[in-house]
C-alpha cells in the first residue's frame, strides 16, 4: 500500500471513530461507563499505575513523570508518576501499568517558557530545571486524555494518544518564549550507563526523529521515534551532557553551534526546541514511536495522526475507550462502578501492541520481524496475568485479540534464541522476570475456550518446550527429581508448585488435541506438586537432592535464598488449583484443609515482617492480596464444600483491599492482574485454574451487571436482595434454573443468560448441597 | 527469490569461478600477475597494510592481527598486523587497508590447543593468554589467502574468504582439546567503553550468531556475524568480562553454567567454542558478516560458502583476482612486477562492498536501506582516493562497479542525516575525517569519463548541496567571503583550495549538462584559490574574515590548528590542479612556478620538524609522497612547459618512496592512494585534475604494460630503450603518430592504441616543442 492510500485510510479510520464515539453519545451504557472510570486510582499507594493517555492495549503509554529517582529508590515510581509528589518533570511515551519493576519512560518532553534549562533540576529546589511545580486542582485524566498546568512555566499541558502516537497539547503564555524539552537521559530511575547510544536528528522539513537503546529492565532495548510540531521551529539546541565517557570523534558539521546540528549521538541526549514569543495558537506535538527505525516511526505518524487536531484524536480514543468498557453494564453504587469500571480500564493496559503499522516488530532476539496475519503484541507479564487477567481477556475482549495474543507468543517462542515462549517480556525483549512458564496456562486456556486462529499443533509444541527446557530455573532437576531441588535452584518450593500447575495444561490442552503420550507425560508432572508436600508441616516445602526437606524450616520467612518465591510457607502452600481436592486429601480431609485456610487469614502478622520485601502486601493475617500468590486462595473454600465461607473472605477482601481512591489498590496492579481479580471477583465468579473452563462461584458485589460478550450474546449476574448486610448467598439460579453446583462452565457464560443470586444476611451452609457435583480437580477425576 | 534457489545460484557462481581460475591456469598473464603480488608489501614501515585474505573490493578483510596497543598508540596498527610484531592474537574478519585512524578488527577467531584461556594475555610473557608466538617462515600470503602456524597452539592456520564470508582452516595438534575464541572485546586498540553493545548466540543447529556495536572511528556501528563449524560443538563457555559497569538483570537461564548458555549480552563478551581431541580432519570455521542483522548473515553465509569446502573458495579468490588483476601485462624485471601487481592489489581494497546478498545495507542514517538495481559499497576515504585510485578505477574496472560507487555515494546522500554526500565513511557511516567534499571529484570524473547508469541530475543535485552545506567545515563562510576565515575555521588555507578545486569540478559537470547557471556560479568558485595566494610570500595562506592574511606566518609549521591540514605551505601552495597556469602566473610566470618547485624538493629539511605528524612521511626536501597533498607536484613541472623536470622528479620519487619490501610504502597507503599513484607513474601518466579528462604524461616505468581495457580494447604502454640510465623521454608516438603534448586523454587512452615513449640518457628539453597544446588550465580556457 503507498504512503498515500495508508495516510487516507487512516484518516478514514480516525472518521469512523469519530463516528463511532458519536454514535455512543447515545449510548449510555457505554459512554457512562467510560465516565465512571478514574485514571489515578492507584497512582498513590501500591498500585504503580499512571494516569496518563492510552488506548486499549496501545502501543503508546504517555504520562507525566513527577520525578526520577536512584534505582534504589525506584520502586514506588514504576509507573514514573506517584501522586504525592508536587513536581511534573515532563511527559514520556512508554509506561508499564502497576509493575513492581521499572523502565521504559522514554522520550520525555517538556514544555517550557521563557529561561529553558536543559537540566530538569532538583524538583526540591524550582526554577532550578526544567522540572515544573503543578496543582492536583489542575489535573484531570480520563482514559485517552489527560491535562494539568505546569505553574512554572505557566503551560496547560494536555495529552491524548492513538496506538501508536502520543499527541500533546501546550498553550504557552503570551509573550515569553516557547520551548519543548527532549529529554532522552531520563527512564523512570538514574542508572550509570543506563542508555547505551541515543540519537536525534532535525530533519529538513523540521521532523525530529532519533532513538535510543538501554539496557534497563532489559538489556539492549532499541527504541526509535519521530516528532512533530504544528509550528516551524524557530530554532533548536541539541547538547550530550555526557561526563562519564564522552564519545571523541570527529566533530560533525554544526559543532560549535548547537542550532546549526542537524543530528547529535551520544549517551546523555537533551535537545531543545524553540517556537519563539508569538504563538498564535496552542502547540501541538505528535510523536510516534516505534520497535524498528525511524522510518517506522515516521510511517506510524502518518498513518494514525496525519494532522495536528488534538480534538479529533481525544474524540478517536474516546471512542475506542466507550466501545471497550462498554462490554460491561453495571448497576451498583457510584464508588463502586468507579472502582469497577477503572479496574476493567487496567485490566486493558497490556499486553500492549508492539508492531509498526506495517506490521514489523522486534522480537526476543533483538532482531526485526514481520507480523503476517496477526497483530503483535508484547508486555507480558505472565507471572501475574496468567491467572485471572488473559481469563478476563479470554471473556470480554474479541476472539481476534486473544488468538492476536497467542500468535504473538508463538511467534515470540519461534524467534527466542532459547527457544522457549515469553516469562516476563516487554518491548520484545525477555527479562526473565519472576518463575514459571506461563504462557503455557494463557494459551491452554485460550484454547480450552475455544479461541482458536493459531496453530494448535505449533502451541503445544511451544509449550512442551517451555517446559521441558533443562537450563532454565531447575527445569532439568524438576524433570530428573519431580521436583526443583532447593540446594541446587533457589525459591524450589515456588517453582515445583507452579511448574505442576503449568505443567497440568499442558495435559488438558494433549488430551483435547488427542496427544495422549503428551498427556500421559504432563499428566504425571501436574502431580509433582505432591512432592512439596511436608505432611509433618502441613506446608508446601522445598527438598533437597537427596529427597530430605530442607532444614532449618520457618513458615514465617519470606525472602530471596528462601523456599519461595515473593512469599512464605503461609502464603505458597495453597497452590494446587489443578487439585484442590488432592490437596484436602493430603491435609487429611476438607476439614483440615479449612482449618488450615483460616490459620491463614486469621493469623496475627506483624507487617514488619515484609519489611525487606516491597511486593508483599495487603495483609489480612498471613493472606497477601497485594501480590498474585494469594489471589485464589479465598475461593478454595469452595472447593472444600463451604462457598459460604468463601463468600465471607470475599467480602473481608473487598473492603479493605480495593477503594476508589488514589491509594485504592493493596498491591501493584501488575498489569491488571488485581484489577482482573476485582472484576471477577465483582461480579460473582473467578477463574482459579484457568484451563478447567471453570469459574468458581463467589458472590456478586454489585446488584447486576450485563455482560455484552463479544460473540453477540449477553450474559448476566443479577445479586437480588443486595446489600452490605445480606452478604452470603442463598441460592443461585441460571437462565431461572436453580444451579446446585457453586461453578459455571466457560460454556454457559458465552452462552449467554442469566446467573442470580439471592443475596441474604445469613450464610446458607447447605448450598449448593451434599452431592452437588465439584470443581474441577484433577486427582477427583 | 528463495533461499534455495538462491544457494543454488551462488553454488553455480563459485563453480564457475572454479572453472574460470582453471581456465586462467591456461592465462599466462593473470596467472603471473595473481603470482607477483605480495601482500607483505606495506605491512612494515608507514604502509599500513594486512596480508591478510580479502576479495576485490570484499566485504570481509580478514587478517591476522598482532597485537592490540592502547589508543594512543594505535597509529602503527591500524591494520592491525605489524610485521615486525611476533605474536598474533587472532583473526579478525574487517580491516582497513593503508589507514592512519584504526577502527574495525570485528568478530576476532583464534584456535588454541589443550588449556583455553580467554583472555589474550600480555604478548610478551607467552602463554599468559591465548595470543601465540608465530615465525615470519611459517607465513605465506597470496591474494585471497593467508596461512601461517601458531606456535604456542601448534595450530596450522589457514585463511581464506568469500565477498562476504571469512573462512578459516585450522588444523590441531593431535591428543589435545581442541577450541576456538571469538572474542568481540577486542577492535584494533583498546578503548574504554568503545563497545557499546554486543551478543553471542549459539543455535540449536550449532550455527553462532552475533552483534556488536561501537563507537570507535564512527560511532553506533552495528555489524552483524553468523558463525558455522564444520564439526560439532562438544561444548561451549560464554562469558562477559566487564568489571566496569556490567549488567544486572535477570539470569537468563544457563547463568549457573556458562555451558548451558544459549546467549549472552554484554560490553566485553569472549566465547569459547570446544571441539574435544578427536578431529579427524582440519577444523573448517566460516563466518560471514551483516550490516542488518543475524538472519542477514546467515543468508550471507547460506548464499556465499553453503559447504566446509576451503578450498573451493580459496579457488574461487584466486580466480576473482587474478581477472581483476590481469587488466594488466605488464614486461618489468620481478622486483617492479612485484611492486606493480601488489599496488593494483592494493588498489582493490576499497571501497568495500557493503550490502547482504539480499540488497540491503545500512547507511549514514544507520538506518537499513536496500539497494535496487545497484551494488552498495562503503569505505570511502575521498580525501585520499579522489587523486588517483578512483581514477583508476575507472580505467581498469568495469563500467558497472564505477557507477555502482557513484550510486552508493548518491543513496548515502539521500540517506545523510545532513544530506550530503561522504566525506569519510565506513559501514556506512560518516566520521567527518579530513577535508573537502571530495565525492564531488569522483563523480564529476566519471561522468566527465562517460560513466554512465546513474542519474546525472540527481548527482549534480547532489554535488551542489554538498558544497553548499554551510555548516560544514566553514562553507557558509566560505560562500560568503570566498574562503574560509582562519579566525573562524581551522586548516582555513587548505579548506579553500580544495574547495575551489572541488567546485571546478562542479563547473565542468553543469557545462557538461547544459546547467548554466550552476556552471557560472561554480565557475566563479573554482577561482577562489586566489583569494588564498599570498604575492608577497609565494605561499598559499589563511585569510581572516577582515581580509587580511593571518600573522605570524610559519611557512614551515604544520599541525592542528595551522592554516592546513597535515601540511605546510610548503606542501599545499601547488594545490591548484584546476588552473596551474593561473598558479603560475599568480607567481609571475612559469618560471618562477618552477623555482618554487624546485625550492620545494631540493630543500634541507629536518624530518623531526614533523614529528609530531604522523601523516606527513616520505619527505624528499619538503615534498612529503607519504601524504596525498603532494602527489600532483611532481607532475607540475610539465605544466610549466619543462616535462622531463617532472620525468626527473619522478624517478626520484619511485626509486626513494616504494620497494617492492614489507617497509615498501613511504607512507599510509589510504585505501590505495599511494599504489593507485604508483600504478599511473610506472604506466607513465597520471590524473592530476581529476574531470579534466587528460592525463599528464611523466615517464614509464617498465618496458611495456598492457591494459585490457574493461571494453575489450587494449591500451599498451612502450618504454624503448628503457634502463636506469635512460631516464628521460626523447619523444613519444600515440599509435604511432609524434605526441606534441605532454598529456593524453581519456578518450585516445580507452579507444585502445599504444603510447609509445622513446627513453634517453639526457633530458629532451624541447619536447613537447614550442607551441604545444598546454594541459588544461581553466584560466586558459
Redesign the interface.
Known amino acids: 500500500m503507498g504512503n498515500r492510500m495508508r495516510t487516507f485510510l487512516a484518516g478514514a479510520t480516525i472518521a469512523l471513530a469519530v463516528q463511532m464515539a458519536q454514535a455512543q453519545a447515545q449510548d449510555t451504557a457505554a459512554q457512562r461507563a467510560y465516565a465512571a472510570v478514574d485514571p489515578f486510582i492507584g497512582t498513590g499507594g501500591e498500585g504503580h499505575t499512571f494516569p496518563g493517555a492510552t488506548l486499549p492495549f496501545g502501543m503508546v503509554q504517555l504520562s507525566p513523570d513527577t520525578r526520577i529517582q536512584a534505582r534504589k529508590d525506584a520502586y514506588g515510581w514504576a509507573a514514573g508518576y506517584r501522586h504525592s509528589d508536587d513536581t511534573i518533570v515532563g511527559f514520556s511515551h512508554t509506561h508499564f501499568s502497576g509493575t513492581g519493576h521499572s523502565d521504559l519512560g522514554d522520550v520525555l518532553l517538556m514544555p517550557v517558557s521563557g529561561d529553558a534549562k536543559l537540566e530538569r533540576g532538583d524538583p526540591d529546589v524550582p526554577g532550578s530545571g526544567y522540572t515544573s511545580r503543578y496543582s492536583h486542582a489542575t489535573e484531570t485524566a480520563a482514559p485517552g486524555y489527560y491535562a494539568v498546568t505546569l505553574a512554572d512555566a505557566g503551560v496547560r499541558a494536555e495529552l491524548t494518544a492513538s496506538a501508536r502516537v502520543g499527541v500533546h497539547r501546550y498553550a504557552f503564555p503570551q509573550g515569553k518564549p516557547a520551548h519543548v524539552i527532549v529529554d532522552l537521559r531520563t527512564s523512570m530511575y538514574d542508572y ?2 543506563k542508555v ?2 541515543s ?1 536525534i ?1 532535525v ?2 522539513d523540521g521532523t525530529v526523529t532519533g532513538m535510543r ?1 538501554t ?1 534497563g ?4 532495548r532499541q527504541l526509535y521515534f519521530a516528532l512533530r510540531f504544528s509550528q516551524p521551529l524557530a530554532g533548536h539546541a541539541l547538547q550530550d551532557t555526557e561526563q562519564n ?1 564522552p ?1 571523541k ?6 559543532e560549535k ?1 548547537s542550532a ?4 547529535i ?2 549517551r546523555q541526549l537533551v535537545a531543545r526546541f524553540d517556537f519563539g514569543d508569538r504563538l498564535s495558537a496552542p502547540l501541538v506535538a505528535k510523536l510516534a514511536i516505534s520497535p524498528v ?3 517506522g516511526a515516521i510511517a506510524n505518524l502518518d498513518a494514525e495522526v496525519p494532522g495536528f487536531d488534538f480534538d479529533r484524536v481525544r474524540a478517536a480514543a474516546q471512542a475506542q475507550w466507550a466501545q471497550a468498557l462498554g462490554v460491561a453494564e453495571v448497576d451498583a453504587p457510584a464508588p463502586m462502578r468507579k472502582a469497577f469500571f477503572t479496574a476493567l480500564y487496567h485490566a486493558f493496559m497490556g499486553p500492549s501492541l508492539f508492531m509498526d503499522s506495517d506490521g514489523r516488530y522486534r522480537g526476543p ?4 520481524h514481520q507480523a503476517k496475519g496477526w497483530t503483535h503484541y508484547s508486555t507480558f507479564s505472565l507471572w501475574d496475568t496468567y491467572r485471572a487477567l488473559h481469563p478476563l481477556l479470554t471473556i470480554v475482549q474479541p476472539e481476534q485479540r486473544n488468538a492476536d495474543i497467542v500468535n504473538s507468543l508463538l511467534a515470540s517462542r519461534r524467534e527466542s ?3 522457549v515462549l515469553p516469562v ?1 517480556a516487554f518491548h520484545g525483549l ?4 519472576m518463575i514459571g512458564y506461563h504462557a503455557v496456562p494463557v494459551i491452554a486456556d485460550a484454547y480450552m475456550k475455544g479461541i482458536r486462529g493459531f496453530d494448535a499443533d505449533e502451541a503445544l509444541d511451544a509449550m512442551v518446550a517451555s517446559a521441558s ?5 531447575g527445569i532439568a532437576q524438576y524433570m530428573q527429581l519431580g521436583y526443583v531441588p532447593i540446594d541446587e535452584e533457589g525459591e524450589a518450593a515456588s517453582k515445583t508448585l507452579e511448574y505442576a500447575f503449568d505443567d497440568w495444561t499442558i495435559f488438558r490442552m494433549a488430551q483435547a488435541l488427542g496427544r495422549k503420550d503428551l498427556a500421559a507425560t504432563f499428566g504425571k508432572r501436574a502431580a509433582n506438586w505432591k512432592h512439596a508436600f511436608d505432611p509433618a508441616t502441613g506446608f508446601m516445602r522445598a527438598r533437597k537432592r537427596d529427597g530430605s526437606f530442607r532444614t532449618p524450616f520457618d513458615p514465617d520467612a519470606s525472602g530471596y535464598g528462601t523456599d519461595y518465591t515473593e512469599g512464605n510457607a503461609w502464603q505458597y502452600s495453597w497452590y494446587v488449583p489443578q487439585d484442590v481436592a488432592g490437596l484436602a486429601a493430603a491435609h487429611g480431609g476438607a476439614d483440615k484443609l479449612l482449618a488450615r485456610l483460616d490459620a491463614v487469614f486469621d493469623a496475627k502478622v506483624d507487617p514488619k515482617v515484609f519489611a525487606h520485601m516491597e511486593d508483599i502486601t495487603g495483609l489480612i493475617g498471613w493472606y497477601a492480596h497485594g501480590n498474585e500468590p494469594s489471589h485464589h486462595v479465598a475461593y478454595l473454600y469452595a472447593y472444600a464444600g463451604q462457598p459460604w465461607r468463601t463468600q465471607a473472605r470475599l467480602k473481608q477482601i473487598m473492603d479493605t483491599q480495593y477503594k476508589p481512591t488514589i491509594d485504592g489498590l493493596a498491591g501493584n496492579d501488575d498489569l491488571g492482574q488485581m484489577s482482573a481479580w476485582y472484576v471477577f471477583t465483582a461480579l460473582g465468579f473467578y477463574p482459579v485454574a484457568p484451563g478447567s473452563n471453570q469459574y468458581i462461584l463467589g458472590r456478586p458485589f454489585v446488584r447486576k451487571a450485563t455482560l455484552n460478550l463479544p460473540n453477540g450474546k449477553r450474559f448476566s449476574v443479577v445479586a437480588d436482595g443486595l446489600s452490605d448486610a445480606n452478604a452470603y448467598v442463598g441460592g443461585v439460579t441460571l437462565d431461572g434454573k436453580p444451579l446446585h453446583r457453586a461453578f459455571i462452565t466457560h460454556q454457559e457464560l458465552m452462552a449467554g443468560g442469566e446467573l442470580r443470586f439471592a443475596m441474604q444476611a445469613q450464610p446458607d451452609k447447605d448450598w449448593p448441597g451434599a452431592g452437588a457435583q465439584a470443581p474441577y480437580s484433577m486427582s477427583a477425576q
Open positions: 550509570p550507563g547505551q547510544w540519537r536528528r530533519r529538513a537503546e539496557r529492565w532489559a538489556p539492549g565517557v564519545y570523534g570527529f566533530p560533525p558539521p554544526g553551534d546549526q546540528r542537524a543530528q549521538e551520544g527505525s525511524e522510518d532476539d533483538n532482531a526485526v534464541p532459547y527457544g516476563w525477555e527479562t526473565w522476570c527446557y533443562g537450563p532454565y530455573d
